[in-house]
């Protein structure tokens, strides 16, 4: 029964495709994958009996309740059922292999539906059509283009109460749909809005592409680590042509906001804590998806998530209160966003937070003023999932009625999940809402489904021969591995790393200890992908790195939260007779993501026990992390020989982590948000202010300065912070000139050389301090970075030009400007490690 199997079954509502994956090592392991649901099965426990596996799992939306699968072996076949709560008992017959994709089936129905080609349209052509298609349309069916529907009752908020996605799509009452992921849900929802709604109107399919639609790249806190935007702007290409084959048209990300708080679950959506590289990664990631244009069928609209400020969330608890600076406001949460839309994003979402006492959804100060006015905003704004009902909820809004109107007035274009929109007919009526404001909002809508080409041919993005040929092809696969290599970042190494074994090596047995030592939960939070069986494992890497297997020892010793019964014995057993313990802990993907607040930061205390009693033996340790926030690692992180953080690198994961570890791949991340010493210590991030206390070399250990009395200021691991197997100096740092004035520039060169006996990738970073300004300016800011191979013995002489655009900043005496005076340069290997030089520069 070892291997990869497959079975179709027939429900009274759908045709449901599972596959197992079973593998054996000192147990049998089970993992489940479904199709065209993509339901994310933790499987929870495997029994075998002669040919009979028994297995349970267990899946996020239902806790406390158990799927049970039961399945009998005859050769190449199998049968059995499933029993799911809610769904029933199905019958289940099966047999080897991967076996078709389910949307093969409609190929045929669908390709005949389809236009070769379609009109290239300028946009006066579009404008036009959507004026005269607006003027056919009555109030009522230009509020419902505004509604997006989820594709089906399954809710990531509340309960949403509403008649069903089909009826909302044949009266018209609907122009998008949320998360229908399966192309023949697309087509049959489709066919829907074009025969039967009055107009004919096709529909918007959006869904949540953050880092993958099948071919599963790092999360993006991870990718962010590779400072490496052209490679992220691929996967997002990847990304774009996977989820376009399945008729997605409408991505909702990149998650551009800034994170200061690993509390806050929603830091793995996001690049970091960086305004500058969170620029970067947003304008990366909306060349990614949107490509050179929309009206190409393989790429998708990005929407620059969530405007604006939902990272400052107090107490890092997600959808909480948030009360910042303007000053905050702009210099840190806004860089992203401005760069999103510079590249063309064409939609934006809201955040749920509040912002000066009014939820974001109903801000005309920030919506209408600042996003659509100062920054030129003329794309689709598309509401959160229920937060325009959830302005009445803040306390903002007496109903949804007034909410609705609140929300339209700040030009809020789609309302998602919710129906408060319905008020809007009589909210125009009363004179609340202005005809002009819901025609606009309609006009915007239109306009972006004729640039993707839908209003031509509404079938054009319904592909599951694409499907077939792109969904986890190879080529994907390669793409996300070598970006998976790049974004693990190695935070600690006494030279236990890389792990020499077989042959030419020295170690004879390597115990490979850990809830993901085996695991296949190395995706993270915000997938949906077919192939999440198909994740390749640490244990699977290594092996494919040539360990025979009787060297590669392995126990699981505990589950991410809970003790194995024996576990830790089995643990010692094996670690005992081994000559390295590679440790990998960490936490589940359900542990970081939406509605995935922590209250410690640190590993579960099973993890931390069975750590400890490894550490005792006294043999190497490589701790291997698997997480989706900077944690806390306390004594662990001391006592540990060796370190990489890999956070969740998606569908190769194991294949780029046995890379990183043998030295096949010499790893070159660097962290792009601390990891605090202690959880007292958050929000700590690199580029805070000054104080006017603060520590020096020579106060340290007065009393009346800015400190904790019980442990140290500064991070565990700085933004910046990564290692390689090699090491890189830095010398001779000059400035061409002391001073400049106006548009002048001046180059700052040092000279970085590879000091030890592999070649390696250094990631050379620019920061500036303002020193003195209209209002105090952050310690230190990044504002450049070259990412330089060397070989061993090899130097090269990094430059960068400063001129007043990195000097740039928002002020509310001055707006954006520069301000005359000192600055310094420093230039380094981490943030927190750099030689620097002082300029000025002297005015306009
Ligand atoms: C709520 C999340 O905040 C948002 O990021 C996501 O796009 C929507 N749900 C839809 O899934």
């Known amino acids: 029964m070892i ?5 179709i079954a027939n429900t009274p509502k759908m045709r449901l495709k599972f596959q197992f994956k079973i593998a054996r090592k000192t147990g049998y392991t089970l993992d489940i994958a479904s199709e065209p649901l993509a339901i994310p099965f933790k499987v929870d426990s495997v029994a075998v009996e002669g040919n009979t596996l028994r297995g349970t799992a267990g899946a996020f939306w239902m806790p406390g309740q158990s799927i049970v699968v039961k399945l009998t072996f005859d050769g190449d076949g199998f049968e059995g059922e499933m029993t799911i709560p809610g769904m029933g008992r199905l019958p289940l017959q099966g047999s080897k292999g991967r076996g078709p994709f389910l949307s093969e089936e409609l190929i045929d129905t669908v390709l005949p539906l389809r236009k070769n080609e379609i009109p290239a ?72 809005a074009v025969e039967k709604s009055p107009h004919g109107i096709p529909l918007l399919f959006n869904a949540d592409i953050i880092h993958g639609a099948q071919t599963i790249f790092p999360v993006p806190l991870a990718w962010s680590c590779s400072w490496e935007p052209e490679a992220v702007k691929e996967a997002c290409a ?68 969530h405007f604006i400020a939902y990272g400052a969330a107090e107490g890092g608890r ?36 509040i912002y000066q006492g009014v939820p974001v959804a109903a ?9 659509r006015g100062e920054l030129g905003f003329d794309g689709v704004l598309i509401s959160d999932y229920g937060a325009v009902e959830e302005i009445a909820v803040h306390g903002h809004a007496r109903d949804a009625r007034e909410a609705a109107g609140m929300a339209a007035r700040a030009t809020m274009d789609i309302e998602m999940a919710t129906r408060s929109y319905e008020f809007l007919p009589e909210l125009v009526e009363a004179g609340v809402v202005p005809e002009a404001t819901v025609t606009d909002s309609a006009r915007r809508i239109l306009r972006l489904k004729y640039k993707l080409g839908l209003m031509d041919d509404p079938y054009r993005y319904v592909r599951p021969e694409k499907e077939r040929d792109y969904h986890f092809n190879e080529e994907h696969l390669q793409a996300s591995l070598e970006l998976a290599r790049k974004s693990a970042v190695l935070l600690h190494n006494d030279g236990t790393l890389p792990i020499r074994s077989g042959k030419a090596g020295r170690l004879e047995r390597i115990a490979l200890i850990g809830p993901f030592a085996d695991s296949r939960d190395l995706l993270g939070p915000w997938q949906f992908s077919r192939f999440s069986h198909e994740t390749v494992t640490l244990y699977e890497g290594l092996l494919g790195k040539g360990i025979p297997p009787e060297r590669l020892l392995y126990a699981q010793g505990c589950g991410v939260e809970e003790p194995l019964p024996g576990g830790i014995e ?44 490894v550490l005792a033996l006294g043999k190497p340790v490589v701790l291997v992390l698997t997480n989706g926030r900077p944690l806390v690692l306390g004594e662990l992180g001391e006592r540990a020989n060796a370190i990489l953080e890999t956070w969740f690198l998606g569908s190769q994961a194991g294949n780029a982590i046995a890379d990183l570890l043998t030295g096949d791949y010499n790893p070159s991340g660097k962290l792009t948000m601390s990891f605090p010493a202690h959880a007292g210590q958050v929000p700590v991030y690199y580029n805070g202010f000054r104080t006017g206390r603060p520590v020096t070399d020579s106060n340290a250990n007065s009393k009346f300065i800015s400190k904790y009395i019980d442990g140290p200021n500064e991070p565990k691991y700085p933004f910046g912070h990564g290692l390689s197997y090699t090491t890189f100096t830095y010398s001779g740092v000059r400035a061409d000139r002391a001073s400049i004035a106006g548009d002048d ?48 013995g090899e130097s090269k002489v990094v430059a960068f030009a400063i001129g007043v655009s990195e000097l740039r900043f928002w002020s509310p005496a001055n707006g954006y400007a520069a301000e005359p005076g000192a600055f310094v340069a420093y230039v380094g290997t981490s943030s927190a490690d750099t030689l620097s030089i002082g300029f000025e520069w002297t005015g306009a």
């Open 121 to 192: 349209r300028s946009d006066e052509e579009i404008d036009r059509e959507v004026e005269a298609l607006l003027g056919r349309m009555t109030l009522e069916e230009k509020v419902g283009q505004l509604f997006q529907v989820p594709a089906s009752n399954f809710s990531f908020g509340g309960a949403v109460e509403t008649d069903p996605p089909e009826k909302l799509v044949a009266e018209g009452r609907a122009g998008s749909v949320l998360g229908a992921f399966d192309v023949a849900r697309v087509f049959e929802l489709q066919k829907l």
């Open 745 to 792: 520039k001046l180059t700052v060169t040092v000279t970085v050389t590879n000091a030890g006996s592999v070649a390696g990738v250094e990631t050379v970073q620019l920061y500036i301090q303002d020193v003195h300004g209209s209002i105090v300016r952050p310690v230190k800011e990044l504002k450049g970075f070259r990412k330089l191979r060397l070989e061993p």
């Open 570 to 613: 089995a643990a010692l057993e094996q670690a005992a007779t081994a000559d390295l313990v590679v440790l990998a802990l960490g936490e589940s993907s359900d542990m970081s993501g939406e509605a995935a607040s922590r209250l410690s930061i640190g590993l579960p205390e099973p993890q931390l026990r069975l750590a400890e009693a």
């Open 318 to 353: 997600d959808y909480n209160t948030v009360d910042i600076s303007e000053m905050a406001l702009r210099n840190v949460f806004l860089p992203p966003f401005q760069a999103g839309l510079e590249a063309g994003a064409a939609s934006v979402m809201n955040s749920f937070n």
């Open 363 to 371: 801000s005309e100060p920030l919506l209408k003023e600042l996003l």
């Open 3 to 7: 291997g990869l199997w497959h079975a």
């Open 238 to 305: 990847i990304a774009a042509k996977e989820a376009s084959a399945s008729g997605t048209v409408y991505n909702h990300g990149p998650m551009v906001d800034i994170g200061r708080d690993p509390r806050w679950g929603r830091v793995v959506e996001g690049a970091g804590e960086d305004p500058y590289l969170g620029a970067l990664m947003a304008k990366a990631q909306v060349e990614g998806f949107q490509g050179a244009t929309l009206a190409d069928p393989e790429t998708i609209v990005a929407c620059l998530k």
